[in-house]
């Protein structure tokens, strides 16, 4: 299949699946799977959590696709789906954990070269391992390259905790190579 055939067959998969019939919603599901799953096991603690962020989001993809503007990408619109649900996830699950405002947060500029030895599954491992309020922050803003500002909106918190967070996870992050350096 060209681009061309592909583009025309994602367009009648999404149409099937705007009439509700369930053979296409299962191909659409099983052909964007592994992307979706991807983008929420970053914001994930495990497998299972992404697994349930990933199938709630494709609950939203089926409900709102007349929302889909057709005249763009649908894996961008997919992807925005999937990282919404992840913070809805997230705030559904953890509104009981505690922000820490430091109105100063002190950066580390140490140098490692441990990421040269570790595999992207490692690297993704020590980001599902930091705290929750660390982790959510540190993928909005170095992953999805969202402003701290934006980041305090869809959390509703204040953006020196954003700021203060993303220090955090980093300096987590850093000790935890530095860990695995020594190892």
């Known amino acids: 299949m060209n681009l061309k ?3 025309i067959h ?3 998969l999404l149409d099937s699946c705007s009439q509700g019939k369930e053979s296409a919603q299962k191909e659409l599901y099983q052909h964007f799977f592994s992307y979706a799953m991807s983008i929420c096991l ?3 603690s495990h ?3 992404a697994q349930e962020i990933v199938n709630d989001g494709f609950l939203k993809v089926f409900t709102k696709l007349h929302l889909f503007d057709r005249s763009k990408p649908f894996h961008l619109w997919l992807r925005r789906i999937m990282i919404n649900t992840s913070i809805d996830y997230y705030r559904k699950r953890n509104h009981d954990v ?3 405002e430091v109105v100063h ?3 580390i500029y140490e140098k490692t070269n441990v990421l040269d030895e570790i595999s992207e599954q490692e690297i993704l491992k020590l980001v599902q391992e930091l705290p929750p309020s660390y982790r959510i922050v540190f993928n909005l803003y170095v992953i999805e390259g969202f402003k701290h500002e934006e980041i305090a909106q869809k959390l509703g918190i204040h953006i020196g905790t954003s700021k203060s ?3 955090k996870a980093r300096k987590h992050l850093q000790k935890m190579f530095q ?4 190892e």
């Open 179 to 182: 860990k695995l350096s020594y």
């Open 105 to 107: 947060a002190q950066k």
């Open 47 to 49: 497998q299972e959590e």
């Open 42 to 44: 970053r914001y994930a």
């Open 98 to 100: 505690q922000y820490l």
């Open 5 to 7: 055939s592909n583009d």
């Open 165 to 167: 967070n993303l220090a």
């Open 10 to 12: 994602l367009a009648n």
